[in-house]
């Protein structure tokens, strides 16, 4: 070239890289003037709820001055905001008393995403394509007004569908009373680790159809079936919590703690005692340690109460549970069987827990009955170091708007079967959070039913494979941008309603779901008349109703503290239920699909500690932080026992293909000694094909195994039911990403 | 001749192209991860926040510790009209300086607390009021401070306890239009004042 | 003042909180898979994990690892340029822009916790309005590790002398011991006898890590009792 192109080459690129952006160039910024006054370099601390799970433990937010990118009038710019910069437990709060688990500490990461839909979107492409247009609010609203406006006027209102997930608060009483004030059935709740086997069992021997709450602090002994309770199971904060002080929280005493499992758990871990059993056998355990404990007259058999009637052969002794008849079906051994029985009634107060694997087999009810039988005998319910319910509230006495239950739905199976064979097709179906295109068994077809329903809407913040699927999104604020609100249904001695105000002004042009059914109920042609003009005159109704707990009134005190906790009156409180007339349940030997000579494995697929069922694979932090029983980060990978490991040839890091009755996938080995050789466990989380920049196309995705085995009673899926076989069919190819410590820079990487 | 002029010119080429900066800060680090999806929804962006420079001129000004004395602000506000009338530095602007590490500078709301009412006829008051009016802020030109890489973290408020004058480290900015930084604040400025008034001097009290 | 830990190992579960509480009140940037795959994720503190015995019979131990604030440091004698050092409180101090990235101090440190940016982190937008500006952000060619959160030390030292009284034992948490939910971290003042992690570094279950380098670690462990 010559020398004056040269020269201005040069100083184009010269100019260029002086205006692109690795950082922030201070030359062309333009400021806009901040919505708030805030001090920078000061921290305030705000109240919160974390809302990634259903624990809902208390936050304290700490804030502080940010400058965020915006675009204002088609300008971009910087602008001061107040922003949450960190998570703390709040140290008042029942639940979780100060502290937080890993995936709460990263769920400020969820406000900042940069995937997160920060707009109304119209689906521009074909279904699935995910290709959106933005829309105004408005224009949003009037569509799906309009979408339901035509469901009412053709009569068609049983046609309006609401998929959610597990949650007991205040928003879900409202979703229900506005399907219910419609004419549609109750929402549809989806989950892959949802234990409604347990609440049913619950309801059935004591009348509660909750969780249960876990008065550790004050427990000397703790036996555990199969829950990973300090890790990812039920209220893990305040579990953990109790589990600090059950070892080390009272001067001369230390609790013990038995954990009954076939693949150690991160609790497992911590166990003084590990005791594998074979799957699906935990329920007869539990029974033969209640007939050692009968038997040797260390508990009346009477103890077993309401619990104790619902088990076949309780009044009779429970002959057929005898310490040999145990260990054969068992694999525990008799004398173990005996001490632990002993140990179990003479450490008092002593508490059984199930939950997890032992409950998705298809005898998990029954497992279930049998723990409560054994902790009614041991009696421990409601009594200090037991097992407790903790309080609900009844929000039909509390919001008086919210009486009236919607019709009940089916479960989600059964609605994919009715939308395949065409008898029952929702017409418009309304996406709260639920991801069912990844969490549900193939063999349930829910992509291929969805696929079928004629306008879908997603409420998401995110784009996962199930809201992929969406016709209309109409994005809700991030937890600390809106009212966070939770009501526990465990982890709690006393009743609790987490509640807190916006930690900080919206990032982006998302709206509160809440409000946004509120304003569609009001913009119908035949409007809901829900008696609430927005979310925030709901909570304040329902929290107000709550007693007082100082010199405050409750509902000034509640958005300080971020919460409300204390004792509920009689009146406030939904009431136990009385005992079903019900014939008594007896020990059916669990159904694995899959036979054994082709498929020789159990396979368990795990909730992992960073992504629970996977909803939480998108939060970076997440993904880098190495498991706890593996140390792997950003991958999948399958756990082996070791003989099982040699006898088909697989070395640690290999790749095999585990394949099921649904399927094949293949992934990296992880040979670990704490799983029984007949299991093969792989962690949840992973293999979105869809579901933001850190976790597409990430790892597998062991749902794609699971038959849809389901357990006998609840219809609930067995997830722990399915067999496998594994092949090996290479050499480590780096998929597998370990963060090694010490030999981090060495050849260790997979 | 001319095999030497084709070889220079290509060495030239190379260096300069990688002075001015055309390939930017990328160009010393290879491995800096990328965002995976390039499928984007309306409203999502692809930027990034990094630690890198803007630029490499950027960069070797922090290098070198160099730092204009006389910033053009993109607004000249005269120190002299307000001091003279009486309105200490924390009063309206500076405001945090006393309970936390950094002073602040204001937002054009501070401003228009009291120019709502006062000289409203200036014509740089009429600016700075449609400013206000048109949600633009002033983009303050940093002044004092010190470039990222040495890690000064400086907190304010102990030194407004300390009854340190702000002239000393600001220099006489009550007698100027636009701040400058009049005084040098090099390492040895702050070390020889700590050691004088028995403050603290290790590494970890300014640096960490 | 002689800051210091003790872990009981008996309360911690393994659970991680302490990992993501670091990062997040750290400002440790994620460096992703591919990076991470190299051996450069950061973490200041880990969970360490001993399997003992073999299936039946098998045994899990957790241990949460951070920057021992070594009294006898092996990482500050080999510092050229004095970017690790003691400070009279106790601390094992990494000054960023002393740092000119020899990484002798990684080499020399027994526990591994010392970590180097190989190039300079990024965060994607808007995650870094997450950022605490509290903490420094490292940039490449620096050695990070876990400080015991100097800046909440920093911080509540000022404050307490601000208010005119002393700083009270509990008052100063960092990041770790603040979200454990066993809370099984204990930090603070080893000069004072009376202060909970003095009292627990006493106990009979009391111990250090790699005590034989003769590295005289600010933290004790507690064992584990089964």
């Given at each position: 070239?010559?020398?004056?192109?040269?020269?201005k080459?040069?100083?184009?690129s010269?100019?260029?890289?002086?205006?692109?952006s690795?950082?922030?160039?201070?030359?062309?910024i333009?400021?806009?003037?901040p919505?708030?006054?805030?001090m920078?370099?000061?921290?305030t601390?705000k109240?919160?709820?974390c809302?990634?799970?259903?624990s809902g433990c208390?936050l304290s937010v700490?804030?502080?001055m940010?400058?965020?990118?915006?675009?204002?009038?088609?300008?971009?710019?910087?602008?001061r905001?107040?922003?949450?910069?960190?998570l703390?437990?709040t140290?008042?709060?029942?639940?979780n008393?100060g502290?937080?688990?890993?995936?709460g500490q990263?769920a400020?990461?969820?406000?900042?995403h940069?995937?997160r839909?920060?707009q109304p979107l119209?689906?521009?492409?074909?279904?699935g394509?995910a290709?959106?247009?933005a829309?105004?609010?408005?224009?949003?609203?009037?569509e799906l007004v309009?979408?339901l406006d035509?469901?009412?006027m053709?009569?068609?209102?049983?046609?309006?569908?609401?998929?959610t997930r597990h949650?007991?608060s205040h928003?879900a009483?409202l979703v229900?009373?506005?399907l219910?004030?419609?004419g549609?059935?109750?929402?549809?709740?989806?989950?892959?680790f949802?234990?409604d086997?347990?609440?049913?069992?619950?309801?059935?021997?004591f009348?509660?159809?909750q969780?249960?709450?876990?008065?550790?602090p004050?427990a000397r002994?703790?036996l555990?079936?199969?829950?990973?309770?300090?890790?990812?199971w039920?209220?893990?904060?305040s579990?953990?919590?109790?589990?600090?002080l059950?070892r080390?929280g009272?001067?001369?005493?230390?609790?013990?703690?038995?954990q009954?499992?076939s693949?150690m758990?991160?609790?497992?871990?911590?166990?003084d005692?590990?005791v594998?059993?074979?799957?699906?056998?935990?329920?007869?355990?539990?029974?033969?340690?209640?007939?050692?404990?009968?038997?040797g007259?260390?508990?009346?058999?009477?103890?077993?109460g309401?619990?104790g009637?619902?088990?076949?052969?309780?009044?009779?002794?429970?002959g057929?549970?005898?310490?040999?008849?145990?260990?054969?079906i068992?694999?525990?051994?008799?004398a173990?069987?005996?001490r632990l029985a002993r140990?179990?009634a003479e450490?008092?107060?002593s508490v059984?827990?199930?939950?997890?694997a032992?409950l998705a087999?298809?005898?998990g009810l029954?497992?279930?009955?049998?723990?409560n039988?054994?902790?009614?005998?041991?009696?421990s319910?409601?009594?200090p170091?037991?097992?407790?319910f903790t309080?609900q509230?009844?929000?039909?006495?509390?919001a008086?708007?919210?009486?009236?239950?919607?019709?009940a739905?089916?479960?989600?199976?059964k609605?994919?079967?009715?939308?395949?064979d065409?008898?029952?097709?929702?017409?418009?179906l309304?996406?709260?959070?639920?991801?069912?295109?990844h969490?549900?068994?193939?063999?349930?077809r829910?992509?291929e039913?969805?696929?079928?329903?004629?306008?879908?809407?997603s409420?998401g913040?995110?784009?996962d494979?199930t809201?992929?699927?969406?016709?209309?999104?109409l994005?809700?604020?991030?937890?600390l941008?809106t009212w966070?609100e939770?009501l526990p249904e465990?982890?709690s001695l006393s009743?609790?309603?987490?509640v807190?105000p916006?930690?900080?002004?919206p990032?982006?042009q998302?709206r509160?779901t809440?409000d946004?059914l509120?304003d569609?109920?009001?913009?119908?042609a035949?409007?809901?008349n829900?008696?609430?003009?927005?979310f925030?005159?709901?909570?304040?109704?329902s929290?107000?109703?709550l007693?007082?707990?100082?010199?405050?009134?409750t509902?000034t005190e509640?958005?300080?503290k971020g919460?409300w906790?204390?004792?509920?009156p009689a009146?406030?409180?939904t009431?136990?239920?009385p005992a079903a007339?019900i014939?008594p349940f007896?020990?059916?030997e669990?159904q694995?699909?899959?036979?054994a000579?082709q498929?020789?494995?159990h396979?368990l697929?795990?909730a992992s500690s960073?992504?629970?069922?996977g909803?939480?694979?998108?939060l970076?932090?997440l993904q880098?932080?190495?498991?706890?029983?593996?140390?792997?980060?950003?991958s999948?990978w399958i756990?082996?026992?070791?003989?099982?490991a040699?006898?088909?040839?697989?070395?640690?890091?290999?790749i095999?293909e585990?394949?099921?009755s649904q399927g094949?996938?293949?992934?990296?080995v992880i040979?670990?000694?704490g799983?029984?050789p007949d299991?093969?466990a792989m962690?949840?989380?992973?293999?979105?094909?869809?579901f933001?920049r850190y976790?597409?196309?990430?790892?597998?995705n062991p749902?794609?195994?699971l038959a849809?085995v389901t357990?006998?009673?609840?219809g609930?899926l067995?997830?722990?039911?399915?067999?496998?076989?594994v092949t090996?069919?290479?050499?480590?190819d780096?998929?597998l990403?370990l963060?090694a410590?010490?030999s981090?820079?060495?050849?260790g990487?997979? | 001749?001319?095999l030497?002029?084709?070889?220079?010119?290509?060495?030239?080429?190379?260096?300069?192209l990688t002075?001015?900066?055309?390939l930017?800060?990328?160009?010393?680090?290879r491995?800096?991860?990328?965002?995976?999806?390039?499928?984007?929804?309306?409203?999502?962006?692809?930027?990034?926040?990094?630690?890198?420079r803007p630029?490499?001129?950027?960069a070797l000004n922090?290098f070198?510790?160099?730092?204009?004395?006389?910033?053009?602000q993109p607004?000249?506000?005269?120190?002299?009209?307000?001091?003279?009338?009486?309105?200490a530095?924390?009063?309206y602007?500076?405001?945090?300086v006393?309970e936390?590490p950094?002073a602040?500078l204001?937002?054009?709301?501070t401003?228009?607390?009291?120019?709502?009412?006062?000289a409203?006829n200036?014509?740089?008051i009429?600016?700075i009021?449609?400013m206000r009016?048109?949600g633009r802020?002033?983009?303050?030109?940093r002044?004092?401070g010190?470039?990222?890489q040495?890690?000064?973290r400086?907190?304010?408020?102990?030194?407004?306890?300390?009854?340190v004058?702000?002239?000393t480290?600001h220099?006489?900015?009550?007698?100027?239009?636009?701040?400058q930084r009049?005084?040098?604040?090099?390492?040895?400025f702050?070390?020889?004042?700590?050691?004088?008034r028995?403050?603290?001097?290790?590494?970890?009290?300014?640096h960490? | 003042m002689?800051?210091?830990?003790?872990v009981?190992l008996?309360?911690?579960?393994?659970?991680?909180?302490?990992?993501?509480?670091c990062?997040?009140?750290n400002n440790?940037?994620?460096?992703g898979a591919?990076?991470a795959?190299?051996?450069?994720?950061?973490?200041?503190?880990?969970v360490?994990?001993?399997?003992?015995?073999?299936?039946?019979?098998?045994?899990?131990k957790?241990?949460?690892?951070?920057?021992?604030?070594c009294e006898?440091?092996?990482?500050e004698?080999?510092?050229?340029?004095?970017?690790?050092?003691?400070?009279?409180?106790?601390?094992n101090?990494?000054?960023?822009?002393?740092?000119?990235?020899?990484?002798y101090?990684?080499?020399?440190c027994p526990?591994?916790?010392?970590f180097f940016?190989f190039?300079?982190?990024?965060?994607d937008?808007?995650?870094?309005?997450?950022l605490n500006?509290?903490?420094?952000?490292?940039e490449?060619?620096?050695?990070?590790k876990?400080t015991?959160?100097?800046?909440?030390i920093?911080?509540?030292?000022i404050q307490?002398?601000?208010?005119?009284r002393?700083?009270?034992?509990g008052?100063?948490?960092p990041?770790?011991a603040?979200?454990?939910?066993?809370?099984?971290?204990?930090?603070?003042?080893?000069?004072?006898?009376?202060?909970?992690?003095s009292?627990?570094?006493?106990?009979?279950r009391g111990?250090?890590?790699?005590?034989?380098?003769g590295?005289?670690p600010a933290?004790?462990?507690?064992?584990?009792?089964?």
């Amino acid at each position: 070239m010559d020398r004056r192109s040269f020269i201005k080459l040069t100083a184009v690129s010269g100019t260029s890289a002086a205006l692109a952006s690795c950082g922030n160039p201070e030359n062309e910024i333009i400021r806009f003037v901040p919505d708030e006054d805030i001090m920078p370099g000061i921290a305030t601390m705000k109240p919160g709820v974390c809302t990634l799970c259903a624990s809902g433990c208390g936050l304290s937010v700490r804030m502080m001055m940010a400058d965020a990118d915006v675009v204002r009038n088609g300008q971009a710019g910087l602008v001061r905001i107040h922003a949450a910069k960190k998570l703390e437990g709040t140290a008042e709060h029942p639940v979780n008393h100060g502290g937080l688990c890993a995936r709460g500490q990263a769920a400020v990461q969820v406000t900042y995403h940069p995937d997160r839909i920060t707009q109304p979107l119209k689906r521009s492409g074909d279904r699935g394509q995910a290709k959106y247009d933005a829309i105004s609010w408005d224009d949003a609203i009037a569509e799906l007004v309009s979408r339901l406006d035509a469901l009412a006027m053709a009569g068609n209102q049983k046609s309006l569908a609401f998929l959610t997930r597990h949650r007991r608060s205040h928003r879900a009483a409202l979703v229900d009373r506005f399907l219910a004030a419609y004419g549609a059935p109750g929402a549809v709740a989806y989950e892959l680790f949802h234990d409604d086997v347990l609440r049913r069992a619950n309801a059935l021997s004591f009348g509660r159809e909750q969780l249960p709450t876990f008065d550790l602090p004050n427990a000397r002994y703790v036996l555990s079936f199969g829950a990973d309770f300090l890790g990812t199971w039920n209220s893990p904060t305040s579990q953990g919590h109790g589990y600090g002080l059950m070892r080390q929280g009272r001067p001369g005493i230390r609790g013990l703690f038995v954990q009954v499992e076939s693949r150690m758990t991160q609790t497992g871990a911590n166990a003084d005692q590990w005791v594998p059993v074979k799957p699906g056998t935990e329920g007869v355990l539990a029974l033969g340690l209640a007939h050692v404990i009968v038997a040797g007259k260390l508990r009346p058999a009477s103890g077993g109460g309401r619990a104790g009637a619902l088990i076949d052969g309780w009044s009779s002794g429970l002959g057929s549970f005898a310490p040999e008849q145990v260990e054969t079906i068992t694999g525990v051994a008799a004398a173990r069987v005996e001490r632990l029985a002993r140990e179990l009634a003479e450490l008092s107060p002593s508490v059984a827990i199930v939950g997890g694997a032992p409950l998705a087999q298809s005898n998990g009810l029954f497992t279930a009955l049998a723990v409560n039988a054994l902790n009614s005998l041991l009696g421990s319910v409601e009594r200090p170091g037991g097992v407790f319910f903790t309080p609900q509230i009844n929000l039909a006495s509390t919001a008086k708007g919210l009486s009236g239950k919607a019709t009940a739905s089916l479960p989600l199976d059964k609605i994919a079967a009715g939308i395949l064979d065409g008898s029952s097709v929702p017409q418009v179906l309304l996406l709260d959070g639920a991801n069912p295109v990844h969490a549900a068994p193939k063999g349930w077809r829910v992509r291929e039913a969805l696929e079928k329903v004629p306008y879908i809407v997603s409420f998401g913040q995110f784009l996962d494979e199930t809201a992929a699927l969406s016709d209309l999104i109409l994005p809700d604020h991030s937890f600390l941008e809106t009212w966070a609100e939770a009501l526990p249904e465990s982890g709690s001695l006393s009743a609790v309603a987490s509640v807190a105000p916006a930690a900080m002004m919206p990032l982006h042009q998302t709206r509160g779901t809440e409000d946004l059914l509120l304003d569609v109920g009001r913009r119908l042609a035949k409007p809901l008349n829900l008696p609430w003009e927005n979310f925030e005159a709901l909570l304040t109704e329902s929290v107000s109703a709550l007693p007082t707990t100082s010199t405050f009134d409750t509902w000034t005190e509640a958005q300080e503290k971020g919460g409300w906790w204390g004792t509920l009156p009689a009146a406030l409180t939904t009431p136990a239920a009385p005992a079903a007339q019900i014939r008594p349940f007896a020990y059916l030997e669990p159904q694995f699909d899959g036979d054994a000579g082709q498929f020789p494995l159990h396979f368990l697929p795990y909730a992992s500690s960073a992504f629970l069922d996977g909803s939480l694979a998108h939060l970076p932090w997440l993904q880098e932080m190495p498991d706890p029983l593996t140390s792997a980060m950003w991958s999948s990978w399958i756990e082996i026992n070791p003989t099982t490991a040699a006898k088909l040839g697989i070395r640690d890091g290999d790749i095999v293909e585990v394949a099921s009755s649904q399927g094949t996938l293949r992934t990296a080995v992880i040979v670990s000694p704490g799983i029984a050789p007949d299991l093969v466990a792989m962690p949840a989380g992973q293999g979105h094909q869809t579901f933001t920049r850190y976790a597409s196309g990430r790892g597998e995705n062991p749902v794609e195994l699971l038959a849809p085995v389901t357990e006998a009673e609840t219809g609930s899926l067995a997830w722990a039911a399915t067999r496998v076989r594994v092949t090996r069919v290479g050499d480590p190819d780096g998929r597998l990403i370990l963060f090694a410590g010490g030999s981090r820079e060495e050849e260790g990487h997979r | 001749m001319p095999l030497v002029g084709t070889v220079f010119a290509r060495l030239c080429l190379i260096l300069i192209l990688t002075l001015a900066g055309g390939l930017g800060c990328r160009v010393f680090e290879r491995n800096v991860p990328a965002p995976a999806a390039a499928h984007l929804l309306p409203g999502q962006t692809a930027d990034v926040f990094t630690t890198a420079r803007p630029t490499f001129a950027a960069a070797l000004n922090d290098f070198l510790g160099r730092h204009p004395v006389v910033v053009e602000q993109p607004f000249e506000f005269p120190h002299l009209t307000h001091a003279g009338r009486e309105i200490a530095c924390t009063e309206y602007c500076h405001e945090s300086v006393s309970e936390g590490p950094v002073a602040g500078l204001p937002s054009v709301r501070t401003c228009m607390s009291c120019h709502r009412t006062v000289a409203t006829n200036r014509p740089r008051i009429r600016q700075i009021t449609q400013m206000r009016e048109e949600g633009r802020d002033f983009a303050w030109k940093r002044v004092f401070g010190y470039p990222a890489q040495s890690h000064v973290r400086f907190n304010h408020a102990p030194h407004i306890r300390a009854k340190v004058e702000c002239s000393t480290c600001h220099g006489n900015i009550a007698s100027q239009r636009t701040a400058q930084r009049n005084v040098d604040m090099t390492m040895g400025f702050c070390v020889n004042c700590h050691r004088e008034r028995k403050a603290p001097d290790d590494c970890l009290t300014c640096h960490f | 003042m002689k800051w210091g830990m003790a872990v009981d190992l008996d309360r911690c579960d393994g659970c991680a909180a302490c990992v993501t509480a670091c990062h997040a009140e750290n400002n440790i940037s994620t460096v992703g898979a591919d990076q991470a795959s190299r051996g450069r994720a950061k973490h200041w503190i880990r969970v360490e994990r001993y399997w003992e015995g073999e299936f039946p019979d098998v045994r899990l131990k957790f241990r949460p690892v951070m920057c021992q604030h070594c009294e006898n440091a092996p990482c500050e004698p080999v510092c050229p340029t004095y970017a690790s050092h003691h400070t009279a409180d106790g601390l094992n101090a990494q000054v960023y822009n002393r740092c000119i990235g020899t990484r002798y101090c990684a080499n020399a440190c027994p526990y591994n916790v010392r970590f180097f940016d190989f190039f300079n982190p990024s965060w994607d937008k808007p995650l870094h309005l997450q950022l605490n500006p509290d903490v420094s952000l490292r940039e490449v060619g620096v050695m990070e590790k876990c400080t015991f959160c100097v800046q909440r030390i920093k911080a509540t030292t000022i404050q307490a002398k601000a208010e005119d009284r002393p700083v009270a034992d509990g008052e100063i948490k960092p990041a770790c011991a603040q979200a454990c939910p066993a809370q099984a971290l204990v930090f603070g003042d080893l000069d004072d006898p009376e202060s909970a992690v003095s009292r627990l570094s006493r106990s009979s279950r009391g111990s250090k890590l790699l005590e034989d380098r003769g590295t005289k670690p600010a933290v004790t462990y507690l064992s584990r009792q089964s």
